[in-house]
């Protein structure tokens, strides 16, 4: 845990130090504002098609070489969007940004291998903890935008690639950090103990299981696996809890992105400056990360169904908040962090209830097509949101986006059904 959440801090000053300068850069190179919006989007894409290839790595290989993979991706990303600023070659500036994204998807993964070894009663607070660790460098990595356009100056290079010099080596960091001290696995250990667990052998056969606390050989297979893997989704639809979980995940974060990334853009055609607008934009951060240890608390305490339902009807209030906030901003900023607390329930609760959902052997490639999906959806309702706003304006945008609360709420619904009906045919 200490491991996974200083990554995350370090990892993490890489990420925020980059995404407020993204899209300005963008337009430096493209010289046009509607193309800017692709830089974030790029990124977005770039994280979900590193989630699968990283969770496939740790099926096979487990949670440590996959999490320092996914960091050296992203190293190479951050030094790919500093030759395409030198270069001033704006289709290399996307291509390098996808590439950048596999620092997110490290960073999101993360929050699994924190649930490898906790238990029922501890696993959604351990992973809330790393998923909270995310908030120190939101916070700090935008403050280095300026020590990083000094940077930028002093080595020569476009003062918007400065703050990427700060990103390569904070995940060059964090991978570091990864594969030396992520020692023994948590994924190989969990796997490892839960062969233990199903053997039927003599207690003298259980003592020729590996000790949890030794390091493990990098070389070490792991435990054989199915001959032939079934597919993400095989696994998530034999599951009722698991399905729930997954929607939780996916559609709590298109509601999120697709109300917060139209948001600045409201507040500034109605007359609010930069410095409001930021501030808003920080609080809501604050509303996804900084109560996670609290909503974590609460999933193992409650269960993590009753807090993805609260996460929705948060969700729905948020909504509801802004889209009536019209000019007043207090209004819009309640709306924004009830946003990132509705999103923190759905996050953490819903990758709880995933990860004890589906079978060990079949855990890692599930939150790999978790995450894919969540970005393929959050990039979805990013692109889609401008579009919205401008047909229907920010209150027809919030409608929209409860809309997408619905079928989470729907299968929760099916699955309070279905198990009614086994309760009855039980009695």
Known sequence: ?????????VGGIGVGSSLA????????LSGSQALSGLAVTA?????????????????????????????????????????AAVLGWYPALLVAFVVFGAGSAANLQSRYAAADLADDSTRARSLAIVVWS???????????????AAVGRFLGLPELAGPYVFSALSFAAGGVMMWVLLRPDPLLVARRLAVADESPAAPADRAAVP???????????????PPVPRSSWAVVRESRTATLALASVVLGHAVMVSVMTMTPVHMRDHGADLTIVGLTISLHIAGMYAFSPLVGWAADKLGRIPVIVAGQLI????????GLSGRTVPMTVVGLVLLGLGWSCSMVAGSALLAESVPQRERPRVQ??????MNLAGAAGGALSGAVLGAAGYGG??????????????????YALGRSRTTQGTA
């Open 368 to 373: 790999g097509t978790s995450d894919l999906m």
């Open 1 to 9: 845990m200490r491991t996974l959440v200083l990554a995350q801090v």
């Open 397 to 414: 945008l919030n409608a929209a986006a409860g809309l997408i609360v619905l079928p989470v709420l729907a299968v929760v619904g099916g």
């Open 134 to 148: 995310t908030t120190i460098g939101a916070v700090l990595g935008p403050n280095l935008n300026t020590p990083g």
């Open 211 to 225: 000790d949890p606390a030794e390091p493990l050989p990098t070389t070490e297979p792991l435990p054989t696996a």
């Open 315 to 322: 969700l729905l209030g948020a909504v509801l908040v802004a």
């Open 43 to 83: 990124i977005t894409l770039g994280a979900g098609l590193c989630a699968i290839p990283l969770a496939r790595l740790a099926d096979r290989r487990g949670r440590r070489i996959a999490l320092a993979t996914g960091w050296a991706t992203a190293t190479v990303g951050a030094l790919g969007v500093i030759l």
């Open 21 to 28: 300068v993204s899209g300005l850069l963008a337009e430096d």
